[in-house]
């Protein structure tokens, strides 16, 4: 009996200990959950972010986009850039190779011209098989 | 000359454009070519009144329906030859006079005219290709508009008619540089209305004003017509070249005609 008294007298010190511990377990694993929580909420404030930058991107975008060159609008051109215009408005649609038979240049010459063009907005481009064809809308 | 679109263009009015584009087109018909004639200048049309009396009855498709989407250029060409008894075909493109017609022109946006300039490039293949045309003459309107400069860059080379007027010299000078230079265009001056006297000048004369102009304006002169009264008194619809072709303008003009053909 004594020593079953024993036993449940130190039972309770036990318990605390093992309550502790387990109290420290939850904690921590509270503390990976925080740190989870503090990191998915950093991944969606950095995907709002981007998705707002995205949004920004296209309205500017769609601003610089500029109507096809008219005939105003060629005379205020590098002459360089005018050369490929003219090119395209007498092929209607052609690729660098395409338009530097027209214009007699060299084909990398046609096809820095032409892209620049397409960045400024001002011509269109389309991929065709491995070709790619740039023209007036 | 053949597969070849020309301009007619000037930096003012009233150098006389009408009168060459129109004789030009007769001469090279009367010749046995087949010749299309375009009225570009939509804000004051003049091929309506010129060829008023070859048109039978309504035009059904003016130039300006081509322009606008609404008919194909074979529509909208008028073929006069029986008309003026012409061994070749001259088809007319007509501008329409209404007021309506020419209020809608300049209120144009600049994608109709990126439109226009794409519809006279591909005209060409039409013409050429499709309705066995030798070649092709814009009568446009002078100075730097829309309707003038897209008449220029879809052409092939253009024809500036300047009168010895300075202010249209100074005029041809400053639309060279500023707007010529800048397409790179093959074109040359043909001086028209000089002075009455030139007719009596020595060649060694007439050939020190042509050295003279091409030092000023940096082009070939192509031909000097000099003013002649009966030309400027005659009704716009008479053309001289169906009318009197011995007339020392037509010479003067066979002249540029031919110098053009080798062009």
């Given at each position: ?45 950095k995907m709002q972010e981007e998705s707002l930058q995205r949004i920004t991107d296209k309205s500017y975008r769609r601003k610089a986009i500029k109507p096809a ?46 892209n620049q063009l397409v960045r400024m907005g001002y011509l269109k481009k ?11 809308e | ?263």
């Amino acid at each position: 009996m004594a020593a079953g008294e024993t036993a449940t007298k130190k039972s309770p010190a036990l318990d605390v200990n093992v309550l502790l511990k387990m109290l420290v377990d939850e904690l921590i694993q509270v503390n990976k959950k925080l740190d989870l929580m503090i990191e998915l909420d950093g991944k969606m404030l950095k995907m709002q972010e981007e998705s707002l930058q995205r949004i920004t991107d296209k309205s500017y975008r769609r601003k610089a986009i500029k109507p096809a060159p008219d005939a105003m609008t060629l005379l205020s051109l590098p002459s360089s850039l005018r050369k490929t215009v003219m090119a395209l408005y007498k092929l209607k649609e052609a690729t660098a190779e395409g338009i530097s038979r027209e214009t007699k240049r060299l084909r990398a010459v046609e096809s820095a011209s032409a892209n620049q063009l397409v960045r400024m907005g001002y011509l269109k481009k389309k991929r065709e098989g491995r070709k790619v064809y740039f023209y007036i809308e | 000359m053949k597969g070849k679109v020309i301009t007619i263009h000037s930096s003012r009015g009233g150098t006389g454009k009408t009168v060459i584009a129109t004789n030009l087109a007769a001469t090279y018909a009367n010749k046995g070519s087949n010749i299309a004639l375009l009225d570009l200048d939509f804000r004051a049309p003049s091929l309506i009144t010129v060829f008023s009396k070859g048109i039978r009855g309504p035009v059904k498709h003016w130039l300006n329906d081509f322009m606008n989407g609404q008919c194909t250029i074979d529509q909208a060409l008028v073929n006069v030859s029986k008309e003026y008894n012409l061994k070749g075909r001259l088809l007319i493109g007509l501008a329409n006079p209404a007021i309506e017609a020419i209020q809608s022109i300049m209120g144009k946006s600049r994608a109709w005219e990126v439109a226009a300039v794409k519809r006279l490039f591909s005209l060409r293949s039409t013409l050429f290709n499709d309705m066995n045309i030798d070649c092709c003459i814009f009568d446009t309107s002078p100075g730097i508009q829309y309707s003038s400069i897209n008449a220029v860059i879809s052409s092939d080379f253009s024809i500036i008619v300047t009168t010895l007027d300075s202010l249209d010299i100074k005029g041809v000078q400053k639309m060279l540089t500023e707007f010529y230079d800048a397409f790179e265009k093959r074109t040359v001056v043909l001086m028209n209305k000089v002075f009455p006297e030139t007719r009596i000048w020595s060649n060694r004369r007439q050939e020190e004003l042509v050295s003279q102009m091409e030092k000023a304006l940096k082009r070939p002169i192509i031909g000097v017509i000099p003013c002649y009264c009966d030309v400027l008194q005659a009704k716009r619809s008479s053309i001289l070249a169906i009318k009197k072709s011995d007339h020392p303008f037509l010479r003067n003009l066979q002249e540029v005609a031919n110098k053009l053909e080798h062009i």
